[in-house]
DNA sequence: GCAACTTTGTTCCTGCGTTCACAAGCGGCT
DNA sequence: AGCCGCTTGTGAACGCAGGAACAAAGTTGC
């Protein structure tokens, strides 16, 4: 394989491609690991790029482009090497060790991630959890005692919690963010619909289930007008 | 059936009067939408278009980019009226409407989404739950009693469902989205690890956490082998 | 009523990501 | 061994979204 430099202007020993994968990419990656272990599960031990974008729902050239990310590990005329593929993308994703998740606001969303067997599965085992409702501190959820949210520093220090996720109201978000920073968590998963102030060091990504919905309704409404032109309304006029 | 996932904004030809609107675009107004109702509450009657892009965390030009989608309802020298601006965008997005909401599935996750007060408030009544347990079958859950999975098809298309909810497991998810689109639903929200087959008319989207938390496990090796982690940037950029 | 200031709406441009297309490479077959 | 067909990897084209810059438009102050 030949290294291709991209404008990198990091230095010498650099292990991981890094700032060249398109964030899309790293999307389509997890994607497509999924789907190899799935596959595995089944037997198949190769893969052409064809099949796998087949299965993960995209074009086979993006397929490629991908996996030249993580470093061509393909056969020509024959396709990929399912387990060492996979090994590859857990290597570039990060995903070698374990990153420790907290989870924030044991409310109705909380409950349902604490309780989720599908990320520990996956190598993110939930350690820690925290609420401010005092009724709901130190009993165990999914196993595991909610601390009281004044513990959040120490506690993701100590368990050397990587991820934070938050589920606390809107209004207690961006509170519960700064804990969690003052405690090292560099990674936020925030389900609250609001935008979170953050040091640029820590990556923040939303989840936003009501602006999910809305695009849905934007699709219904598009199809709906063009089909039935009953709506009288003159809507977005051209300018 | 074309596997028709995620990221792709309705047809070809666009009959509709507005010009076609990035996807991206639709999820931002959905954003813009929250900010403002919220600032209107608190009193604000205008804002600029520098106010509102500060608070929704994009640039300025991209917010009056995406406002002019809708129709240009500013007043230059002064702003947006904010009341006007969510009338607006409102009927783009369809939500001067109510899209009544199935949640198939009620396990965890379900019950979350189901005893959720957030969706109902935002024009989206959560109007049917099911789930193929006998035991749940019948049970109230957030005021609205579970029916049988075997039932999908007629009481969607009773009941008007235009949203889709499916929390099942991932095995069960592709009978379920049939069930949903046989009872005439259109919109998708897929809360389980697989790719939906659906008739191209059909609009899927994927909320898949395993893929979120492995993206920001990517960052965070990045960092770690990056080991230039102390940008001595102190404050807040809002993502 | 006029001038100066503010902010919108839009045009142009740049950069990124996706797709196309094809040469290079590898296994299988004769 | 050498050819053939299949599949990868990638350079190049394309399309699109985001950002800068500016002219038009409307408001405020005098
Ligand atoms: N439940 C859903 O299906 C759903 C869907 C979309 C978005 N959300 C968002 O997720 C968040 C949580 O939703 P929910 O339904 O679980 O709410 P919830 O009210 O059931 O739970 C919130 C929890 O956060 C705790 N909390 C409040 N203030 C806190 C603080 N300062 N520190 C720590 N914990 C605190 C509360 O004690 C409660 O246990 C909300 O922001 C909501 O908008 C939820
Ligand atoms: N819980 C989470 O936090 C979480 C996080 C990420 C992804 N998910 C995904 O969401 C889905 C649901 O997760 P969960 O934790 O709620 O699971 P769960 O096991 O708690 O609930 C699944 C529910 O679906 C029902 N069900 C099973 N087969 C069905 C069928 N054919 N038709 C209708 N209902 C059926 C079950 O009876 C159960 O009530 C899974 O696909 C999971 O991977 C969940």
Redesign the interface.
């Known amino acids: 394989m030949t290294v291709h430099q991209h404008g990198r202007y990091?230095t010498p020993v650099d292990?991981?491609p890094?700032?060249a994968?398109p964030?899309a990419a790293?999307?389509r990656l997890?994607?497509y690991?999924?789907v190899l272990t799935s596959m595995i599960e089944q037997g198949v031990t190769t893969m052409s790029s064809e099949e796998l974008a087949?299965?993960?729902?995209v074009n086979s050239a993006t397929l490629r482009k991908d996996l030249s990310y993580v470093g061509s590990y393909g056969t020509r005329g024959v396709g990929y090497d399912t387990a060492r593929l996979v090994e590859h993308i857990e290597q570039?994703?990060?995903?070698t060790r374990h990153?420790s998740?907290a989870v924030v606001g044991i409310g109705?969303?909380g409950?349902?991630?604490a309780?989720?067997g599908?990320?520990p599965d996956?190598?993110?085992p939930v350690t820690a959890l925290f609420d401010v409702d005092e009724d709901l501190v130190g009993i165990p959820v999914g196993g595991l005692p909610v601390d009281h949210v004044n513990t959040i520093p120490e506690v993701c220090a100590e368990r050397d919690v990587?991820?934070g996720v938050i589920c606390t109201p809107a209004r207690a978000a961006q509170t519960v963010c700064d804990l969690l920073v003052a405690g090292g968590v560099?990674?936020?998963?925030n389900f609250a619909?609001v935008?979170?102030?953050?040091?640029?060091?820590v990556?923040?990504?939303r989840?936003?289930?009501?602006?999910?919905?809305?695009?849905?309704?934007?699709?219904?409404?598009?199809?709906?007008?063009?089909r039935r032109a009953g709506t009288a309304?003159?809507?977005?006029?051209?300018?």
Chains 1, 2 share one sequence.
């Open positions: 990091s292990d991981l890094s700032r994968v964030e790293v999307g997890a994607i690991l999924r087949g299965a993960a729902g570039l994703l990060g995903l990153h998740v109705n969303l409950h349902a991630l309780n989720y599908g990320f996956r190598g993110f990587t991820i560099r990674c936020i998963l619909p935008m979170l102030q953050v040091p640029s060091d990556e923040v990504r989840v936003d289930l009501a602006v999910e919905l809305q695009i849905l309704s934007f699709y219904q409404a598009r199809r709906s007008s063009g309304d003159p809507v977005a006029v051209i300018r």
